[in-house]
């Protein structure tokens, strides 16, 4: 079983539709969580972070239940802009700080 | 300030022959990792470097990889006798420190033939 697992994909939706990625953890040492999202050819880049409180960063709203280890990610209004792959990425501190990804799932918003 | 940044972007070798890539990181930033991303797998992590620490290598695939990094700054991640499994896209990230926000580099994208 890997360490991070992710919705498998692609998510095809059409414009201003909300879409919901979901990824569960398994290392319950694990302390810091993020969403990256990375396009075609190109370095992941940091969406946001994710915090038990959850957060929310516009049409991006994030939350974290460490209770049954289980982050999500909500994308409201979806645009043509955000088709890209979304990176589940989780901490755990005693692996010295290295990002454990999960596999990532494509989204690809139509018009 | 300048992002990470790598070098080659792109390089094509022959089976067999050793290579090397290159990272420059942020200035300033003391953690530096490596990663690896293979044309339909998931990031993997390969090595990381946190200031003066011995490095954390238990992601190398195999002893045909190497990587040290000098002066707390560059680094170069070193793949011996190529094979063709090694073809990938080769990331480089660092932090301000561990645990912190990494930013990525480009890339270099190995093609073994």
């Known amino acids: 079983r890997k360490e991070v697992e992710q919705d498998p994909g692609p998510f095809n939706v059409p414009e201003g539709a909300t879409v919901a990625f979901n990824c569960t953890y398994s290392?319950?040492?694990?302390?810091?969580f993020f969403w990256y999202r990375q396009d075609c050819r190109k370095e992941p880049k940091l969406l946001m972070s994710?915090?038990?409180s959850g957060n929310e960063d516009g049409r991006f709203t994030a939350q974290l239940n460490r209770a049954s280890q289980y982050i999500s990610l909500l994308i409201r209004d979806s645009k043509l802009s955000d088709s890209a792959t979304y990176l589940c990425v989780v901490i755990s501190y005693n692996q010295g700080g290295k990002l454990i990804f999960g596999q990532g799932t494509e989204l690809s918003v139509k018009p | 300030g300048a992002g990470v940044s790598q070098s080659p972007s792109n390089k094509v070798t022959e089976k067999g022959k050793d290579v090397e890539l290159r990272c420059d990181p942020i200035?300033?930033?003391?953690?530096l990792y490596w990663y690896r991303q293979s044309l339909g797998q998931g990031l993997e992590f390969l090595i990381y470097?946190?200031?003066?620490?011995?490095?954390?290598k238990s992601g190398l695939p195999s002893d045909r990889f190497s990587a040290e990094r000098t002066g707390g700054s560059v680094s170069t991640l070193t793949i011996q006798r190529t094979q063709q499994e090694d073809s990938a896209v080769y990331l480089c990230?660092?932090?301000?420190?561990?645990?912190?926000?990494?930013?990525f580099g480009p890339g270099t994208r190995l093609l073994v033939l």
């Open positions: 990230a660092s932090s301000a420190r561990a645990q912190e926000t990494q930013y």
């Open positions: 994710v915090y038990s």
């Open positions: 200035s300033g930033h003391t953690a």
């Open positions: 470097f946190q200031g003066n620490s011995a490095p954390d």
């Open positions: 290392n319950s040492a694990s302390q810091s």
